[in-house]
């Protein structure tokens, strides 16, 4: 199929968003004419503007995924011919006066072990390569109503199980500010497509912040919502205890209008004072991350503390409660997998089966045990929050390292994320500036269950204040 070129640059130019350079020699801004790089509510705002087609944004991402993804790998499908059609679609709706909401036309991606209707689902891994779902999961079908256009799937961690995103078939992202580098994982080519500019948002999946740390790896936005607030029906578990689904963008806005249509509802628009706005910093790092904070972490930690309080006013010390450890992700992750490994083990990586093969020794009533406890600790998660409305906390702790040195799953990527997936909490992390080497950091903003809007509207306005946004040279 041969497709249209663009034929209103000068419109699409207009409506692109500012994006914010910093002073590191190695980013620059994505050409202005390339309609791809626009936020996604800035397409939006466009789209029913009449400024540009829905066919245009497609056709712009499709090219920019050709002319540069086989140096960065993040989709194992593209359907370009579906999105094409779906584009054209759009597009007639919108001339018959039949918007289907803020996401109609916008194009977008799922990662690959999300089940889309008649595109392969093989979560990375040969076991899963001929499986082809007859049905979209719950949140496809959620955001299809929406209007989006659904460019393909997107690479991950074999079957989600890692947090570097370097064990994947047939091979694994790479990261779009150094190809030599991992995008952190599991949800690894939803980052990378989203900081490359090959879609406007994608949907991630994350367990112990397989969200977060790609997204704070790869310099963009990505938001765990509260556990159970968007459906996991028709998605791979890993383990259906931990797992959330959430949306990877350019900024907290775009995050908001994916949030909105993924949920089926809209979200409350800013209707919180951010004057007065509580804030609590997390500043004990053995508590909650991997390792403590470098003090490169903690001065850029406490930059981004300042910034925040000239928003919100003074910033106290804060504290979460962690659960105790338990193995609930091992023995589901082994329950859900368990029949494919014993037929055929050689269809993992010997790495992810030694992972799944960990939850074997798990018992029925130890699970059962675990799960109890843990739903107790989420019930009482909320009054961690009596004195403080968020916390803040860096995102992953070190920069990126290379695809050669990530050879352990859960290893090199320091994160301050668990926590969060054991409490069932939200967490959105922002881009926060950059490593010496250039290469990004990340924030973490966290609220009680269901404080998505005021975790949002906080995240805006240091956005706007803060300037961090940048994009890779690719």
């Known amino acids: 199929m041969k497709l249209p070129s663009l034929n209103r640059r000068n419109a699409i130019a207009a409506g692109i968003s500012a994006i914010a350079v910093s002073a590191c020699g190695r980013s620059t801004p994505f050409p202005p004419e390339d309609a791809a790089v626009a936020d996604l509510s800035a397409l939006a705002e466009m789209l029913h503007a009449g400024k540009i087609s829905s066919l245009e944004a497609t056709v712009a991402c499709i090219a920019r995924i050709e002319k540069y993804d086989s140096k960065f790998n993040t989709f194992i ?24 909401g803020r996401l109609h036309g916008v194009p977008i991606a799922i990662k690959d072990n999300i089940d889309v209707a008649g595109l392969p689902c093989t979560a990375a891994s040969p076991a899963f390569v001929h499986r082809q779902p007859t049905d979209d999961a719950e949140v496809v079908k959620r955001l299809s109503a929406a209007g989006v256009i659904i460019l393909g799937k997107l690479n991950l961690h074999e079957v989600a199980y890692g947090a570097t995103g370097s ?12 190809a030599g580098r991992i995008t952190g994982g599991s949800s690894s080519g939803p980052a990378a497509a989203v900081a490359a500019g090959f879609c406007y948002g994608a949907v991630g999946t994350d367990t112990g912040g397989s969200i977060r740390i ?11 919502p509260s556990y159970g607030l968007v459906s996991a029906k028709g998605v791979m578990p890993l383990s259906e205890t931990y797992d959330h689904i959430g949306p990877i963008c350019r900024s907290s806005a775009d995050i908001r209008l994916m949030l909105a249509a993924m949920t089926g509802q809209a979200l409350p628009s800013r209707r919180f ?6 804030l609590g910093a997390l500043r004990e790092p053995l508590s909650y991350c ?9 001065a850029a930690f406490e930059n981004a503390l300042r910034l925040a309080a000239a928003i919100a006013g003074p910033i106290v010390d804060a504290r979460l409660d962690s659960p105790a450890p338990d193995r609930i992700i091992e023995a589901e992750a082994y329950r859900f997998h368990a029949a494919t490994a014993a037929a055929s083990p ?10 799944i093969m960990e939850g074997a020794s798990v018992t029925d009533a130890e699970l059962a045990g675990a799960r109890t ?20 906390i860096p995102t992953v702790l070190r920069t990126p390292p290379t695809l050669a040195e990530a050879t352990d799953p859960f290893d090199l990527t320091d994160a301050c994320t668990f926590i969060f997936n054991q409490l069932g909490l939200p967490a959105l992390t922002l881009p926060c500036g950059a490593f010496g080497d250039g290469m990004p950091m990340g924030l ?4 009680p269950p269901g404080a998505e809007d005021q975790l949002l509207t906080f995240a805006e306005a240091l956005e706007a204040r803060a300037g961090w946004r940048r994009s890779p040279l690719l």
């Open 77 to 100: 499908t593209l359907d370009r011919a579906g999105a094409v059609a779906a584009a054209r679609r759009a597009d007639a709706e919108f001339a018959a006066g039949k918007g289907r």
């Open 273 to 278: 004072s951010l004057s007065g706005l509580r």
């Open 167 to 178: 064990i994947s078939y047939p091979r694994p992202a790479r990261n779009p500010w150094d």
């Open 373 to 392: 406890a843990l739903t107790a600790a989420r019930a009482t998660a909320g009054k961690a929050f009596k004195d403080v409305d968020l916390v803040l």
């Open 444 to 447: 973490t903003i966290a609220g």
């Open 214 to 224: 790609p997204a704070a790896m790869c310099g963009v936005a990505g938001l765990k």
């Open 346 to 355: 050689g269809l993992y990586d010997p790495r992810t089966l030694a992972s």
């Open 290 to 298: 991997d390792t403590a904070y470098s003090p490169e972490i903690a």
